[in-house]
Nanobody, 124 residues
């Protein structure tokens, strides 16, 4: 199994920045993809960004392209999400997740392990 712990959330004004971190432990050698999802109250959980653990290839939701940057440090088993130019609609609980599958997907069901979630609140 893989354990994931998020950190770095909080409250920020619109236009500001935050950096989320996700530390992985356990069977990290089995990870193929890591990603970020978010869920606002009353809404479905949605894909934000993902990165392949080996090659570092990235994928972003259209709503965050140009504003968010996903990265990883394999030596530290840590993934990051740099969030710039934050908007009120970015307010949500953000979840770190990892997949052990060969194929890539933005569907939450393709991800096997999840962090506890961390609140990001953007004030207008």
């Amino acid at each position: 199994q893989v354990q994931l712990v998020e950190s770095g959330g909080g409250l920020v004004q619109a236009g500001g920045s935050l950096r989320l971190s996700c530390a992985a432990s356990g069977r990290t050698f089995s990870m193929t993809y890591m990603g970020w999802f978010r869920q606002a109250p009353g809404k479905e959980r949605e894909f934000v960004a993902a990165i392949s653990w080996s090659a570092g290839s990235t994928s972003y939701a259209d709503s965050v392209k140009g504003r968010f940057t996903i990265s990883r440090d394999r030596a530290k088993n840590t993934m990051y999400l740099q969030m710039n130019s934050l908007k009120s609609e970015d307010t949500a609980v953000y979840y770190c997740a990892t997949s052990t599958r060969i194929s890539f997907s933005t569907y939450p069901g393709f991800y096997d392990y999840w962090g506890q979630g961390i609140q990001v609140t953007v004030s207008s």
